[in-house]
T-cell receptor
Framework: KQEVTQIPAALSVPEGENLVLNCSFT??????LQWFRQDPGKGLTSLLL?????REQTSGRLNASLDKSSGRSTLYIAASQPGDSATYLC?????????????FGTGTRLQVTL | EPEVTQTPSHQVTQMGQEVILRCVPI?????FYWYRQILGQKVEFLVS????????KSEIFDDQFSVERPDGSNFTLKIRSTKLEDSAMYFC???????????FGPGTRLTVL
């Protein structure tokens, strides 16, 4: 059974700092990996998707990497802003034949202070 | 920008009652999903749906649950006889193809009293 762990559980950084969020998974036979952002009481916003054949994806100040063999992914946020404050979720995709289901981690709660 | 929508945003029901949660996926998407998140816990997969049938369901998705695509736009989750432990945020998601990004709706908060 796939288990997804995210470290740290919470992180507080001053504005402008670069930071790295970590995600690890136990079964390397994944189809893809998706990073989401969740604001309190809200839905999930998709940030980046990395296919199993890819090593990294970039979108603006965000860069996600994937090392499938070691069961790890990182989300790098450059020049953090207070608006980046949210919970960041890592989700591993498993292809079940006709669809892909996601297994989520518990998230990292990020606070960016002024 | 196209988005997944869900109604209602909050549903309060009595234990034992039936509830139907509604979702409108992104129009050109072919794969549909339901997930749930109990307060303070992980987001959990419930069911995936493609070509008018269930592709996979989790252990949580027992006989109390059913899904349906009654027309070309709606995707529903029905809980036949709600229990206290069904209280959670329920998220609908859709993707254009299997393995591509899943886009989530804002969720329906279900409270069972």
């Amino acid at each position: 059974k796939q288990e997804v762990t995210q470290i740290p559980a919470a992180l507080s950084v001053p504005e402008g700092e670069n930071l790295v969020l970590n995600c690890s998974f136990t079964d390397s036979a994944i189809y893809n990996l998706q990073w989401f952002r969740q604001d309190p009481g809200k839905g999930l916003t998709s940030l980046l998707l990395i296919q199993s054949s890819q090593r990294e994806q970039t979108s603006g100040r965000l860069n996600a990497s994937l090392d499938k063999s070691s069961g790890r992914s990182t989300l790098y946020i450059a020049a953090s802003q207070p608006g980046d404050s949210a919970t960041y979720l890592c989700a591993v995709g498993l292809n079940t034949g006709t669809a892909s289901k996601l297994t989520f981690g518990t998230g990292t709660r990020l606070q960016v202070t002024l | 920008e196209p988005e997944v929508t869900q109604t209602p945003s909050h549903q309060v029901t009595q234990m034992g009652q039936e509830v139907i949660l509604r979702c409108v996926p992104i129009s050109n998407h072919l794969y549909f999903y339901w997930y749930r998140q109990i307060l303070g816990q992980k987001v959990e997969f419930l069911v995936s749906f493609y070509n008018n049938e269930i592709s996979e369901k989790s252990e949580i998705f027992d006989d109390q649950f059913s899904v349906e695509r009654p027309d070309g736009s709606n995707f529903t989750l029905k809980i036949r006889s709600t229990k206290l432990e069904d209280s959670a945020m329920y998220f609908c998601a859709s993707s254009e193809l299997s393995g591509l990004s899943q886009f989530f709706g804002p969720g329906t908060r279900l409270t069972v009293l």
